[in-house]
């Protein structure tokens, strides 16, 4: 069951509200010079990336605040209950399946008693189709010329989600092919973005999360 508990009104939020006050006067360097192994303290890794929290103004009262916190808003019930693919988005009544789709293992993720990576692997190998063909230049503009330009439409997390991982694979873009993003209703966005591209080049994305 997916715990349903407003965080401030729980003791930790009083708590911990007081404690950032307190550690408002607190200063980073001094936090290193008393405790000179504070590195060691507040780094951990995992598989292959590095967490190092040891330049945030914190100490052992914060995380030990920290973690009553969670403890009290039953964080560990909800983690098992979106893993369990509960629906615990109650505004739609329906499972949240982020793990599902970060899910690139033989492991089985089931909603309703269906396993639905079985219906996940199927679009990305459709994705991976289509983006074939368009580095390819089997897929062809109007005229049969190749795709050079590729437009994103989307607003919010529909245009920030694919800028964001567009710009971190960067390293990866395959050469001859420019994008564009278009996030805003006014026309003079997309005006703009039109006098760079040919027509007969360019692919356009329409995305919406809903």
């Not at 007081?18 to 936090?31: F, G, I, R, T, Y």
């Not at 109007?142 to 529909?158: E, Q, R």
Request: aromatic share 12%; hydrophobic share 40%.
């Amino acid at each position: 069951m997916f715990p349903t508990i407003n965080p401030t009104t729980t003791k930790h939020w009083a708590a911990l509200a007081s404690h950032a006050d307190q550690m408002q006067e607190v200063h980073l360097k001094d936090l290193f010079t008393s405790d000179p192994k504070r590195f060691d303290t507040y780094n951990f890794t995992f598989r292959d990336i590095f967490f190092d929290f040891s330049k945030n103004i914190i100490n052992e009262e914060t995380c030990r605040l920290l973690f009553g916190f969670a403890r009290e808003c039953k964080l560990e019930d909800a983690r098992k209950a979106m893993f369990a693919g509960e629906q615990i988005n109650q505004t739609e009544q329906r499972s949240v399946l982020h793990v599902a789709l970060r899910n690139f293992t033989a492991k089985p993720y089931y909603v309703n008693g269906k396993n639905v990576m079985e219906d996940i692997d199927k679009v990305r190998e459709q994705m991976k189709a289509c983006c074939t063909k368009i580095h390819s230049g089997e897929w062809t503009g109007y005229s049969g010329k190749k795709i050079k330009y590729i437009i994103n439409i989307g607003i919010g997390g529909s245009d920030l989600g694919p800028v964001m991982v567009t710009e971190a694979l960067k390293p990866f873009w395959v050469p001859g092919i420019q994008t564009y993003f278009v996030s805003n209703i006014d026309a003079s966005h997309i005006t703009e973005v039109l006098k760079k591209v040919q027509a007969e080049e360019t692919l356009f994305l329409i995305a919406s999360k809903t």
